[in-house]
């Protein structure tokens, strides 16, 4: 938490309302959190005053801020607070203080460690939550042993059927690839949920591709997830947000709606595989991304296998695949692939970017686990 002998100076909410470029608002902590978070999504800073160290109502109201509006801009902390506090603070989301009364203890404060033992809508895990990231580490482990030489229907049927890794969803670009993974889910639960990222920037044949798989395969559970229009207003109003800074395009348009929508599952089917390289290449059935286990039952297929499966069922193709297309994106950032040996050259062409980020990064193996 950064620590400054002074209070940012800001407008205040009456002020803000009637400023459309305002992109910073000081309050009180008995502020209406309703107008406040109304105004939250143009906001780089918001300043939150304590009259007194006895008034908590600051807390409720950053913590608000951050876990229901999802405010990610500066929230001050100022006035009337103590060192002891600190940790509170932080733990709510204040990433910044100005006390009234600067002392050293505060330096020594702001820097400690903040470990919890109950949820918290900031970055500190609790000690319960690192213990259940720790037994999900072990389970991943155990059943990539187990599951070594399953086919991709028996890895589904363990995750689907009998619902063992519990609540669970599929996620579906309903891209080039995308019906094998579909089908085998179909065959197994047609209610299965699958989860498409609607970032608005599709290209018109991959929705009418959705609809025609999802009437082929009779899916009755798609869900489509979208950036909030807070989001939009504050980081795309000009709609270029693609070309200016793809990695927060990707963020606001999938990575968030998508993280959001995983607070509420356990575990995340995805079609990846090692053929498509790169971050990919080492890609296990089983792993663990940010909490969530990722199971991805055709890690081991080849393009020939994904194409015998597509020709063996009848299933549709995507519209552009034969313009050349072998990994269909957003239109924005989507060409034809470069070369065949490469179906994923086609995205960000150009650039270094290789993924859009939903798929995280997963941990280092903690433990090791042996079924013997
Ligand atoms: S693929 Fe391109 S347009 Fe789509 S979300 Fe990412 S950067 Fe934005």
Excluded at 75 to 87: N, S, T
Excluded at 352 to 366: M, N, Q, R, S
Aim: hydrophobic content about 40%; charged content about 30%.
């Amino acid at each position: 938490m950064r620590i400054s002998a002074i209070a940012h100076e800001a407008p205040t909410i009456d002020e803000v309302e009637t400023d459309p470029d305002a992109d910073a608002v000081a309050v009180d902590g008995g502020e209406d959190p309703a107008r406040l978070e109304a105004l939250a999504g143009r906001m780089n800073r918001i300043v939150i005053r304590f009259p007194t160290f006895k008034d908590g109502r600051g807390f409720s109201l950053a913590a608000r801020l951050r876990e229901h509006a999802g405010y990610e801009g500066e929230l001050q902390a100022a006035g009337d607070i103590l060192p002891d506090q600190a940790r509170h603070l932080i733990r709510v989301g204040f990433d910044a203080a100005a006390p009234d009364e600067l002392t050293p203890a505060w330096e020594r404060a702001a820097t400690r460690p903040v470990r919890v033992y109950q949820p918290t809508g900031v970055d500190a895990r609790s000690a319960a939550a690192e213990r259940a990231q720790a037994g999900r580490a072990r389970k991943v482990a155990s059943l990539n042993v187990l599951f070594k030489d399953a086919s991709p229907e028996e890895v589904l049927r363990h995750a689907l059927a009998d619902k063992s890794l519990g609540r669970i969803a599929a996620l579906s670009s309903f891209g080039v690839e995308s019906a094998v993974l579909l089908h085998l889910i179909a065959e197994i639960d047609a209610n299965a949920p699958v989860l498409f990222l609607e970032t608005g920037r599709h290209f018109p044949q991959t929705l009418q591709y959705k609809d025609a798989l999802i009437e082929r395969l009779a899916l009755t559970n798609v869900i489509d997830l979208a950036p909030t229009p807070a989001e939009l207003a504050r980081h795309d109003a000009g709609g270029d947000l693609w070309r200016r800074d793809p990695d927060k395009c990707c963020d606001i348009r999938k990575v968030r709606p998508l993280s959001e929508q995983l607070r509420g599952l356990d575990a995340l089917i995805t079609g990846r595989k090692r053929v498509h390289g790169a971050e990919r290449a080492q890609l296990e059935r089983f792993e663990l991304v940010d909490g969530v286990i990722r199971v991805n039952p055709l890690a081991e297929w080849s393009y020939e296998e994904i194409e015998e499966h597509a020709r063996l069922h009848e299933l549709p193709q995507h519209p552009l695949r034969e313009m050349g297309y072998l990994s269909v994106g957003c239109w924005t950032c989507t060409e034809p692939a470069k070369t065949r040996d490469d179906p994923r050259s086609g995205r960000w062409s150009g650039s270094e970017k290789t993924e859009c980020g939903i798929h995280g990064k997963p941990p280092e193996p903690e433990l090791e686990t042996s079924l013997s």
